[in-house]
């Protein structure tokens, strides 16, 4: 079994999200793709950040393919999100299952900072997107070699490239704070549970 892993704030989920996933299962004919929402960001300070409930009831609005699995591991841990706890956690319950973790050209980059990055690169094989013309495939390759030679050889990063949609949550969010529109840049439920529980509007 193939299992995607895609992890992300989701504050809210838009249409990039569901554009670069669908890519993502589409390149390597996943079994599953599980989204998995952050409790905490590591990586960010949020102040306007929505709750878990609420954003894992948007992703479900968001990612509602049949091969899609939205899961709460981190919310239901609390505390910050540390990618290979959620690694570790999903390896017991899937013993069986090869992961895929999704990341952008930008966090890939940043790997070596992570909580236990070489623990990572057992649990999972890293795909990273190409998202944009910052960098090429040749920049994140001599990345990976540099800093993770031995998992490079053992074939522990993968690259794919998804034509970006130029979209950003903190763009969405500004949008609904100045009472402008946003249609077209989440799907319709999403827009209408933004508006019916007030969110991002203080």
Not at 6 to 19: A, E, K, M
Not at 106 to 123: G, V
Request: aromatic content about 12%; some cysteine.
């Amino acid at each position: 079994m193939k299992i995607g892993v895609f992890g992300g704030t989701f504050n809210p989920p838009h249409i990039g999200h569901l554009n670069i996933a669908e890519g993502f299962q589409r390149e390597f004919n996943l079994s599953k793709l599980m989204v998995i929402p952050t409790f905490v960001p590591p990586h960010k300070i949020s102040p306007d950040l929505a709750s878990a409930e609420d954003r894992i009831k948007m992703c479900e609005l968001t990612f509602s393919s049949e091969y899609y699995e939205i899961s709460d591991v981190e919310s239901q841990r609390q505390g910050r999100s540390y990618t290979v706890d959620t690694l570790t956690e999903l390896s017991k319950t899937y013993e069986d299952a090869e992961f895929y973790f999704l990341v952008g050209d930008d966090m890939l980059l940043s790997l070596h900072t992570w909580k236990d990055p070489e623990r990572i690169l057992e649990l999972c094989k890293i795909v990273s997107t190409i998202r944009s013309d910052s960098y090429t495939v040749e920049d994140l390759e001599e990345y990976a070699k540099e800093y993770f030679p031995e998992a490079y050889e053992k074939g522990r990063f993968k690259f794919i490239y998804v034509p970006p949609i130029e979209l950003s949550s903190t763009e969405i969010r500004e949008r609904v704070k100045a009472g402008e529109s946003i249609d077209d840049m989440v799907t319709e439920p999403v827009k209408d549970f933004i508006f019916a529980r007030g969110l991002y509007c203080d």
